[in-house]
């Protein structure tokens, strides 16, 4: 598509259109009843503002479109469904017929900007086959000093998660974030253990999935810490909070955007910190 003029903010919006016509939808054919409830209008911004998210990722990498459709997917779903899921058996969310279903839209939803991200995104060139991107994930995935960051890396996010979400729970008051910290560990019906590996899974599939991107997008520390705090903010956090604006009290919907902004920008910082260096400054080989 063309970039020039108008032409770069043409191609988010059909993201966001794609994607509002996919969850309202699936909301049609799963959750008839429950349809009503959700607003178009902001089904579409969530997706317009995930459009103009993906395109600093999906443009300058120079995916085939089947390598950038699995990528991004695989991008979609683990910040998004999969990864909120781990989190919501933290919380004790129940999975009832509606969480399903809405899940399920979710799901969909991700599959359809997958499919269309490609075409309405473009790069100038698409070099970076499976073969390519094969070797570049083998030459991450065997480096020792790599898989010891993936652990340490996985165990901030757990830390992460748990300091902010004490932290949401004590009205932001660091004198009450010990205890809250506590009442949250011990609260029903996960137990602390559940809790821990839940969040750690949840931390180690968001390094999984932002590996292939850390290893072909060639960007310096900071404009990487960039990149990977909108991704993980907006896909996990903010698009979520778009979509579900009126059915969740604004106060507890601005607790966990805050919360969830400074807990992803510090975890981008961290990725960025360790993984912007010897994979990201070689050129993809001929």
Known sequence: ?????LGKYVAPTALGAAYALARMGLLLLFLPEQAALFDFNLLFLAGVLLGFTLRPV?????WTRSVGTVVILLLL???GPTGKLLEGMVLGTPMDEVAQGLLLGEFGAALLVALVAPWLLPPAQRLLDWNRLGRRLRQGLLDWQRLLEMLWLGVAYVLLFLGTQALIQANWELSAWWTQLQNFLQLPPTSIEA???????RGWLLLLVLLPVCLTLTRQPLELWIVLTSLLFVVAEFTPAFVYFQQVPPTLLF???SGGLIRQAIFAALIAWRWHLEPLSEEIPK
């Open 1 to 5: 598509m063309n970039e020039s003029g």
């Open 58 to 62: 999906v443009k300058p990498i120079f």
């Open 77 to 79: 779903l683990g910040i």
């Open 195 to 201: 809790k821990l590996v839940f969040l750690l899974l």
């Open 255 to 257: 607790d966990q955007v």
